[in-house]
């Protein structure tokens, strides 16, 4: 609603977003979860994430594939009422949160009617007392169509992500028609194509969901954006720091993985109490792309999988704070003991820009003493502040060819008498 008389809008003092999340088999939606949650999370909103209800039901026994057709049509009517009571759970939960609230469904109602007629999808509609205008319109804000690999990124379908995934090229193809067709009605549908590579892809879900919103977060994820990072000397004390901010204790554990070239991690992040946990895997480059998949995992989960850390690496403790500053998101990474002696007192502070070299550094907050710009130099990869050994005594194990957010991976041999010379120059400058 507009009004003359405010230049700025005034948003609600409380937000729900009800999302769907669907799209063809292989489309990134697992991946694009976690980024979603991890991202509102930093900005202090709630995040709830309900299941993929046909992976619950199929994960106790049930093949798709070997149902007969009075089969199918009871398998969906059962679904469509066991999905609509997990939302309503969701949706209660957050009416009563203080907080703004993002609920991500794993698929949605009228994903249900994608594998069936439409005459049959009208008899369930019809013994079960509903219209697709309320399980549609009226039941979620956005809808957002994550394109199945199998239509422009053949080289990167795969099933072996996915327990319940079976589907062929062909057939995912039909799925991933099928299931943009059943939300064709929605208001509000936006969908995510292969035409970009796969981390941009993830990009414009994220930018897509915040536009929808409303958030205004700055060139986060415009085309052109990079992430830059800046080692951070001071920052003033938390009842001093000048803008709002969310802190999380943030713990990660790098693992040993089964497949050469692939690289593996676990995340614990705890904020008031509540911890989350993240599985992360880094796929070797494919067509000079590098796909990395992140999925969220129990706590039992996690704990299993902490058995198989690296012990080449020690563990990671780190206070992440979250910030807005002029519309732009900022994280600023506070290394914490235990650690390695290199990341004693090592603050990181990391953004996305269009901005060039000179510009960013102008609009940075004034407020924290910034000492210089270290983005793409190894001696700050998280990677490499993890190894448990000194650099120049595991110089094969040093990465310095960085192509992700925190490693890399590379056979050839770098200079860490340098790099460890970087490090500890602006490491000591951070301590005076």
């Given amino acids: 609603m507009k009004d003359l008389h405010v230049k700025e809008p005034i948003p609600p003092t409380r937000r729900i977003h009800k999302l769907v999340l669907t799209g063809g088999p292989c489309g990134g939606k697992t991946t694009g979860q976690a980024r979603l949650a991890t991202f509102f999370e930093n900005l202090g909103w709630k995040v709830f994430r309900v299941p993929e209800t046909a992976t619950v039901l199929m994960s106790g026994g049930i093949s798709f594939g070997e149902l007969n057709e009075e089969q199918v049509l009871d398998f969906q009517e059962h679904l469509v009422v ?23 469904a794993d698929r949605g109602v009228m994903d249900a009617s994608a594998f069936i007629s439409r005459e049959n999808w009208e008899r369930i509609l019809t013994k079960l007392n509903l219209e697709d205008i309320e399980i549609s319109d009226n039941r979620y804000h956005q809808v957002v169509h994550m ?36 939300w064709r ?51 003033p004390k938390d009842e001093e720091f000048p803008v709002k901010f969310t802190d999380f204790q943030v713990v990660h554990h790098y693992l040993h993985s089964a497949q050469r070239g692939f690289q593996t991690r ?44 690296d012990d080449a690496h020690l563990p990671v403790f780190k206070t992440r704070r979250c910030f807005l500053y002029q519309n ?42 910034v000492k210089r710009e270290v ?34 991976e590379s056979d050839e041999v770098y200079d860490v008498k340098k790099a460890h010379e970087r490090l500890t120059c602006l490491s000591e400058s951070s301590d005076d």
């Fill in 82 to 104: 066991t999905m609509m009571a997990l939302e309503e759970t969701y949706f209660s939960m957050a009416e009563k949160c203080s907080q703004n609230v993002l609920i991500i």
């Fill in 147 to 182: 394109q199945s690999a199998a239509l422009g990124a053949e080289k990167f379908y795969t099933t072996e992500d996915h327990a319940a995934r079976f589907e062929g090229l062909e057939l995912a193809r039909e799925r991933d028609r099928r299931a943009m067709d059943s």
């Fill in 185 to 235: 009605d929605h208001p509000y549908v936006d969908i995510i194509d292969n035409r970009s590579d796969f981390d941009s892809k993830i990009n414009k879900l994220i930018d897509v969901v915040v536009r929808r919103i409303g958030i205004n977060i700055g060139d986060r994820f415009k085309a052109n954006s990079r992430k830059v990072k800046f080692v951070v000397s001071s920052l």
């Fill in 266 to 309: 676990l995340r614990k992040r705890v904020r008031n109490g509540r911890a989350t946990y993240t599985f992360t895997v880094r796929k070797p480059q494919i067509q000079g792309q590098t796909v990395e998949v992140k999925q969220p995992i129990s706590q039992r989960d996690y704990l299993n999988l902490l058995s198989h850390r």
């Fill in 328 to 369: 732009q998101q900022y994280q600023l990474d506070m290394y914490k003991s235990p650690c390695h002696p290199r990341c004693k007192n090592l603050i990181l502070l990391e953004t996305f820009t269009t901005l060039d070299d000179q510009e960013i550094m102008a609009s940075l907050p004034p407020f924290l003493r």
């Fill in 375 to 408: 983005t793409g130099d190894p001696a700050f990869s998280m990677y490499n502040l993890s190894l448990r050994g000194d650099w120049q005594e595991s110089v094969d194990q040093f990465c310095h060819r960085l192509s992700s957010d925190d490693e890399s």
